[in-house]
């Protein structure tokens, strides 16, 4: 038993024994596999950091925004359990849609790390054309599009959008904390405008589909709250559902908020001033 767990075999039979009984689905337990498997084999053959490279910001030949993270997320494991507690399936066309949106979120938060680690595995990086603020300015709006079409598309859809901007709050590797209170304005270059931010449509309409889910108002989470705290008020929602799902639809709302994503990925007008550290660390 100690050998099947170790290698997962354990946990593969478990999930097997679930979908013989019926608690499963077979396209629930067929779809996870596929993307345990492939997440296992594409693991081996990650472009991770390279620390010897020179300083700078570097792009890519690869295109696409889902190129390298169709697999790379993982995302299947989130679909899986929202699959279980709504019933409903995904579509090809949704579930591209899904991996657009949170790739966006994963490597717009990673964005800054991953340029003071030179980290060339960040697709958002791997993209950069032309004038940064643009290109980010860009992104920002379309990151707002696909995520409110998604909640408002399926409550799976919205489940699990929601759950992955809490993992990238709550995730300890992350530190969106630490992005949002050390970096400081640079009074060197002018504030370039991001329409993102200015026009407040794109992130109105992302509020609207939330709605239905709730909010804990000011007891909710937020970026500008330190970790341990989150952790503490987290722990008194996940036995209520709807304290639950309101707590989710407020990370979402927190986190792809305009002015924050901005504030997170400017590293033209907004210095870094924290710990950078080896090239493990994460700021």
């Not at 966006?104 to 054309?129: A, H, P, T, W």
């Not at 002015?259 to 090239?279: A, E, F, K, P, S």
Request: hydrophobic fraction near 35%; charge should be positive; charged fraction near 20%.
């Amino acid at each position: 038993m100690k050998l099947l767990q170790q290698n997962g075999a354990a946990a593969i039979a478990f999930l097997k024994l679930c979908s013989l009984s019926g608690l499963m689905t077979n396209w629930q337990f067929d779809n996870l596999m596929a993307g345990v498997l492939q997440f296992r084999v594409m693991g081996y053959y990650r472009d991770h950091a390279r620390p010897h490279l020179p300083g700078g910001i570097y792009g890519s030949r690869i295109t696409g925004l889902t190129t390298h993270r169709y697999i790379d997320l993982v995302l299947f494991n989130g679909v899986v359990p929202a699959s279980l507690a709504t019933g409903a399936q995904l579509t090809k066309h949704d579930y591209s849609k899904l991996v657009k949106a949170c790739a966006l979120i994963n490597d717009l938060v990673d964005f800054r790390s991953d340029i003071k680690r030179k980290q060339r595995e960040n697709v958002v990086l791997r993209g950069l054309r032309g004038n940064i603020c643009v290109y980010l300015d860009e992104l920002i709006g379309d990151c707002l599009d696909t995520a409110s079409s998604l909640v408002e598309s399926s409550r799976l859809c919205g489940f699990v959008l929601m759950s992955f901007c809490n993992w990238s709050i709550m995730g300890s590797h992350h530190k969106v904390y630490e992005l949002m209170k050390e970096p400081t304005g640079d009074r060197n270059w002018p504030l370039c405008r991001y329409t993102s931010v200015s026009n407040q449509s794109k992130y109105k309409r992302l509020l609207a589909s939330l709605a239905p889910f709730g909010t804990l108002g000011e007891d909710g989470p937020s970026v500008s709250r330190k970790r341990t705290d989150l952790d503490q008020q987290y722990s008194t929602c996940i036995g209520d559902r709807k304290r639950h799902l309101a707590w989710l639809a407020d990370t979402c709302r927190s986190l792809l908020c305009p002015q924050t994503l901005r504030r997170i990925v400017d590293v033209v007008h907004y210095r870094w001033d924290g710990q950078v550290g080896d090239v493990q660390y994460c700021p």
